[in-house]
């Protein structure tokens, strides 16, 4: 098993910027891909970012250049550091892990990952 516990949520005008965290346990960290999701009332839980093992990134098209993600396998921990958010990107985002046998694996599917954290709200206000 493994836990997953996302913070960083919050409250931030449009311009802003967030940063969340992932603290993850249970099991070797170093062996799992992560991925941060979100997902906004009324629509599909969507992919934001994922990083491999050894830190090889992938975005969501649309969300090049604004976010990004990182790891630290010391601390067991993700980020996602959210730049010149908008009211579109008001959502609960979601911290997921996969146990992956390949280091560059970087999975874009939700239902490829395995565990998944409980949330943190994030509200962009125009």
């Known amino acids: 098993q493994v836990q997953l516990v996302e913070s960083g949520g919050g409250l931030v005008q449009a311009g802003g910027s967030l940063r969340l965290s992932c603290a993850a346990s249970?099991?070797?960290?170093?062996?799992?891909?992560m991925g941060w999701f979100r997902q906004a009332p009324g629509k599909e839980r969507e992919l934001v970012a994922a990083v491999s093992q050894i830190g090889r990134s992938d975005y969501a098209d649309s969300l090049k250049g604004r976010f990004t993600i990182a790891r630290d396998n010391a601390k067991n921990t993700i980020t996602l550091q959210m730049n010149t958010l908008v009211p579109e990107d008001t959502a609960v985002y979601y911290c997921?892990?996969?146990?992956?046998?390949?280091?560059?694996?970087?999975?874009?599917?939700?239902?490829?990952?395995?565990?998944w954290g409980q949330g943190t709200q994030v509200t962009v206000s125009s």
């Open positions: 997921a892990a996969v146990q992956s046998a390949y280091w560059y694996s970087t999975p874009r599917a939700g239902n490829a990952y395995d565990y």
């Open positions: 249970g099991r070797i960290f170093n062996n799992y891909a």
